[in-house]
């Protein structure tokens, strides 16, 4: 049964304390992150670190230190703890209160030999990295990433604001004003202007129109013409839906056909085809390097998928044969679908797909300190098909895809999106399904997702959102068919 829920409606599930929900334990066992500072406890993942909070920055009465993998550890008079944090990767810490208010953030690093400090300016730290784009849990890009935000012009307003403020209200407080989110708006758009602009179109290549979706005859020429094979590439960061024309005189022109994929695995996981077609021409978007690599690095690692048994031997109405792409995007475009794709809920299951994995999962991923989401698909499904079942995501998507006329519509839809991503997951009738992705269902992250919940602003999706306003909707590749290129064999 659909359900509707509105964004205010999952802040408060969100905010409604630890006994009320229930949150993935995704500790997962992952290569990468020394333990540096700390004593690294084996198998539990965790690595025990102390750490000072600057009391002169913090107000607060019966403060503790929380993580999403550790029990909250109590903040000596003078600022001295001793917690556990993930020996696995990069770990969101915040202080709290007796009330559960938060204080404070920090960003632990494994690989660190320093004590962690937590004050003004692992705050403003910790509020940057909440952004996709931006947030990393791989240790030595932690350590390059919190180098390149301190160096912005604008991040010493950000924490002396912080350092101001912080010893009389809480930051739970000072996010609800409009100061603070503005001068992380303005610190996101500095890191993207900075860090982004040569790199945003990194991922473009030279084969489609807008460069995010190319297709190649996969041999040259082509000596076996009834069956002869096509290799597409998905290199943007968003799952799409295919088709193609037919390369059929018998076959109407204004009839599009979903590709016949050979590695089906590489275009639609296991995990996805439950409920999308196999043959519905679905692919994936590129697995990141590292979620410190989405959106602005110059490489990924692109899916790559065989149209296969394509036969060319039928004297054509067309003289190419003509790719259709479609998926989040909203960019101008020269050139349009010239018919309505098929299996249009597939391309809304693209858009949710796009959203959970490329903005939630990093999230997931920092809030335990892991490197785990990268190919769950499992986990990606299930979310897709709890949020499907939402009649405000249903909406959401329909303003992505169709009536949104500004930027902030679009960013107000995504958010609403991830805050009932996050809502469904602490639900506790959704922890046997959730449990299917071989996930266990604990209590221990509803505080974290609270946290990350109330500091959930337009500023976290600013990257994402430049980088799909990058995108035509519609990506078209034309395969130009010459009797040069076709020897019978």
Request: a negative charge.
């Given at each position: 049964?659909?359900?509707?829920l ?12 630890a006994?009320?929900l229930l ?13 540096s500072?700390?004593n ?5 993942g ?7 909070v ?5 107000g ?7 993580s999403a993998t550790a ?6 008079k003078?600022?001295a ?9 990069s ?9 559960g ?6 960003i632990?690093n494994p690989?660190s ?5 937590i ?7 910790a ?5 996709p784009?931006i ?5 030595s890009?932690?350590t390059q ?7 912005l012009?604008s991040?010493s307003?950000?924490?002396?604001y ?5 010893p ?6 000072l996010?609800?004003q ?5 001068l992380?708006?303005?610190c996101?758009s ?6 982004t602009?040569s790199?945003q ?5 030279a084969?489609s129109?807008?460069g995010s979706f190319s297709?190649n005859?996969?041999?040259?020429p082509?000596?076996?013409?009834s069956?002869?094979?096509?290799a597409?590439?998905n290199?943007?960061?968003r799952f799409?839906?295919v088709a193609r024309?037919?390369?059929d005189?018998?076959v109407p022109?204004?009839q599009?056909?979903s590709?016949?994929?050979a ?6 996981p ?10 519905s021409?679905?692919?994936i978007?590129?697995?990141?390097l590292?979620w410190?690599s989405?959106?602005?690095?110059t490489?990924?690692n ?12 039928v004297?054509?109405?067309?003289a190419?044969?003509v790719?259709i ?9 020269t050139s349009q679908?010239?018919?309505?794709l ?6 809304a299951i693209g858009v949710?797909h796009?959203v ?12 335990l ?5 990268f ?8 979310l897709g098909?709890?949020l499907a ?6 909406d ?10 500004s ?10 999106i991830?805050i009932?991503t996050?809502g469904?997951i602490?639900?506790a009738a959704?922890?046997a399904?959730?449990s ?14 609270g946290?990350i919940?109330?500091?959930f ?5 600013a990257?994402?959102?430049?980088n ?5 909707p519609?990506?078209?590749?034309s395969l ?8 019978v064999?």
């Amino acid at each position: 049964m659909n359900k509707k829920l509105s964004r205010r409606q999952m802040m408060r599930i969100l905010a409604g304390g630890a006994s009320g929900l229930l949150l993935s334990d995704l500790l997962v066992a992952c290569a990468g992150g020394g333990n540096s500072g700390g004593n690294n406890n084996g198998s539990s993942g965790t690595a025990t670190v102390s750490g000072n909070v600057n009391m002169a920055q913090m107000g607060g009465s019966n403060l503790t230190i929380n993580s999403a993998t550790a029990a909250a550890a109590p903040i000596a008079k003078g600022g001295a703890f001793t917690t556990n944090i993930s020996a696995n990767g990069s770990q969101l810490q915040c202080v709290t209160d007796g009330s559960g208010i938060i204080w404070a953030l920090a960003i632990s690093n494994p690989s660190s030999a320093d004590p962690l400090t937590i004050d003004a300016t692992s705050t403003a730290l910790a509020l940057l990295m909440l952004t996709p784009g931006i947030l990393t849990t791989t240790p030595s890009e932690t350590t390059q990433r919190i180098g390149q935000l301190q160096a912005l012009s604008s991040f010493s307003a950000l924490e002396s604001y912080l350092a101001t403020n912080l010893p009389t209200t809480s930051l739970q407080d000072l996010l609800a004003q409009a100061t603070l989110p503005q001068l992380i708006s303005t610190c996101v758009s500095d890191w993207m202007n900075t860090s982004t602009s040569s790199a945003q179109n990194a991922h473009i290549l030279a084969t489609s129109t807008d460069g995010s979706f190319s297709a190649n005859f996969t041999m040259m020429p082509i000596v076996n013409p009834s069956s002869a094979s096509v290799a597409l590439t998905n290199s943007a960061w968003r799952f799409v839906q295919v088709a193609r024309t037919p390369y059929d005189a018998n076959v109407p022109q204004n009839q599009l056909l979903s590709p016949q994929f050979a590695n089906t695995d590489s275009a639609l996981p296991s995990a996805l085809s439950s409920f999308i077609p196999s043959n519905s021409g679905y692919i994936i978007g590129p697995v990141p390097l590292s979620w410190g690599s989405i959106f602005t690095r110059t490489a990924n690692n692109p899916i790559i998928v065989q149209d296969t048994n394509i036969n060319l031997t039928v004297p054509p109405n067309q003289a190419s044969l003509v790719y259709i792409a479609q998926g989040i995007g909203w960019a101008s475009q020269t050139s349009q679908a010239p018919f309505g794709l098929p299996n249009g809920a597939s391309n809304a299951i693209g858009v949710l797909h796009s959203v959970v994995y490329y903005v939630v999962f990093p999230f997931l991923d920092l809030m335990l300190g892991a490197q785990s989401l990268f190919e769950n698909y499992k986990l990606l499904g299930i979310l897709g098909n709890l949020l499907a079942g939402v009649n405000s995501v249903a909406d959401n998507i329909s303003t992505i895809l169709t009536t949104a006329s500004s930027s902030q519509d679009i960013q107000s839809a995504i958010l609403d999106i991830c805050i009932t991503t996050f809502g469904l997951i602490t639900l506790a009738a959704n922890k046997a399904i959730i449990s299917a992705a071989g996930i266990a269902i604990t209590p221990a992250l509803a505080l974290i997702l609270g946290i990350i919940a109330a500091a959930f602003g337009a500023a976290n999706v600013a990257v994402a959102l430049s980088n799909w306003t990058l995108l035509p909707p519609v990506s078209t590749v034309s395969l130009p068919i010459s009797g040069a290129n076709i020897i019978v064999s």
